[in-house]
C-alpha cells in the first residue's frame, strides 16, 4: 500500500502508453483502500483507479493518484436448483474468472471470453461480446464511495445497465470504487451461438453439439484471429461502440448501401456495426507513423510503439468526423480518454 511519486504508468495500459502519475498506490483489500482514501494527502486529490487499464487511452501524465484495484479472490457464496453464485474481487483478470466458470460447468460467461480488463471494471461499462451483457449474470456488487469510504451495495437495477453503460458512466462517475462482484450463473446451460461467427467456427471445430466450453473456445479463436494481442501491439480491444440507430435512418441508407449490415434492437431501432461504418470509409489498416488502425478489425486503433496519446485521440476523432459525414451516423468512443 506504499505511496509513489512520479510513477510510470506504460506498463498499466495495455494501449503502452509512456506518461506517469504525479501519485500510486495498490490495495488489496477493502481496508487498504479505505486506509488510502483517508490520508490527508490524498484527500482532495483527483483520482483514477485502474484494473487493467485495458479501456484506457493516456493524453498526458496524470495529475492526481492512480490506484490499482488488487483485490483477489473468487469463491462460491451461494447455490439454488438452477443457479450458482460466484463473488470474486475487482482486481481478478476478467478472462481468468471466465475460466474458472468453465471448471465449475457453470454457463452465462462463455461469450465473454478473453475480454480484456478485470472483474471490478466489467459492470462499469457493462461489457459485452456476441450477444451476451454482463448484466445477464450480475447480481450485485460493492463497491466503496471515494469520499466516505463506506461500502455499498448495487443490484441489477441500481447499477442501470444499458449498452457499454452503467450508472458508475454517468452520474456516480468517479465516486465509487468497485471491490467486489457477485455473479449469478447457470447450472443449466442456453447456449447464445447465432451472434457473429460463433455457428461458423464451431462447424469449422466440427463441434456438432456444443457445450459451453466449445462457445468459449470459439469466441477465443474469432478474437484472436480479429484482435491484435495488446502485448504485441499497443491497443484497447474495440475503440468505438456500434451505434444504434432509428429504423427508419436505416432503411433510408440501405437503399445507398444494400450491403449495410443490422442487428435489430427493438421494433425501432437498430444496431449497425461500427467497423463496417470505418472499413467503408477506407480507414481499415491505414497507418500513420507509429500508430493507426488495425488491418483485421477497423474497430481497433493501435500504437505500434512509442506513439502519443494525444495522436490516437486525433485519429479517433476523424474516423468519428468521417463517418458522420459519408453515413450521417454519431460514433462514440468506448474508450474512456484521459
Known amino acids: 500500500m506504499r505511496l509513489q511519486t512520479d510513477f510510470p504508468l506504460k506498463p498499466y495500459n495495455t494501449f503502452g502508453i509512456d ?3 504525479r501519485l500510486f498506490a495498490r ?6 483502500l479505505q486506509e488510502l482514501l483517508r490520508l490527508p494527502e490524498l484527500r482532495q486529490e483527483p483520482k483514477l483507479i485502474l484494473g487493467g487499464g485495458s479501456n484506457l487511452l493516456f493524453t498526458k501524465d496524470f495529475e492526481g493518484v492512480v490506484l490499482l484495484n488488487g483485490i483477489k479472490g473468487i469463491r ?5 436448483e438452477a443457479h450458482v453464485y460466484l463473488k470474486a474481487g475487482g482486481g481478478e483478470v476478467w478472462h481468468a474468472f471466465v475460466l474458472h466458470t468453465l471448471n465449475m460447468n457453470l454457463g452465462g460467461v462463455e461469450n465473454l471470453s478473453l475480454i480484456p480488463g478485470t472483474v471490478g471494471a466489467a459492470p462499469l461499462q457493462n461489457i459485452g461480446a456476441y450477444g451476451v451483457e454482463l448484466k445477464d449474470v450480475f447480481q450485485e456488487l460493492e463497491a466503496v464511495h471515494m469520499e466516505t469510504g463506506e461500502v455499498r451495495v448495487f443490484d441489477n437495477e441500481a447499477c442501470r445497465f444499458g449498452y ?8 456516480l462517475k468517479g465516486q465509487y470504487i468497485v471491490t467486489h462482484v457477485v455473479f449469478k450463473l447457470h447450472k443449466q446451460h442456453t ?3 447465432s451472434y457473429g461467427a460463433i455457428k461458423t467456427t464451431l462447424e469449422e471445430m466440427q463441434v456438432q453439439e456444443p457445450n459451453i466450453h466449445h462457445v468459449s473456445a470459439a469466441v477465443c479463436h474469432i478474437r484472436q484471429s480479429k484482435l491484435p494481442d495488446p502485448k504485441q501491439i499497443g491497443n484497447a480491444g474495440s475503440f468505438f461502440k456500434n451505434p444504434e440507430i432509428p429504423l427508419s435512418q436505416y432503411e433510408e441508407l440501405q437503399k445507398l448501401y444494400p450491403a449495410i449490415p443490422s442487428y435489430p434492437v427493438s421494433e425501432t431501432t ?5 467497423g463496417w461504418l470505418i472499413e467503408q470509409c477506407g480507414w481499415k489498416g491505414k497507418v500513420i507513423g507509429n500508430y493507426g488502425v488495425h488491418r483485421n478489425q477497423a474497430l481497433v486503433l493501435v500504437n505500434y510503439g512509442g506513439a502519443k496519446g494525444e495522436d490516437i485521440r486525433k485519429l479517433a476523432f476523424e474516423v468519428i468526423a468521417s463517418v458522420k459525414e459519408r453515413f450521417g451516423i454519431q460514433l462514440s468512443p468506448e474508450v474512456n480518454i484521459m
Open 19 to 21: 506518461v506517469k502519475a
Open 76 to 80: 462460491k457464496i451461494g447455490e439454488d
Open 270 to 274: 437498430v444496431k449497425v456495426p461500427a
Open 164 to 171: 457499454r453503460e452503467s450508472v458508475f458512466k454517468n452520474e
Open 27 to 32: 490495495f488489496d483489500t477493502v481496508e487498504e
Open 191 to 193: 447456449l447464445n451461438t
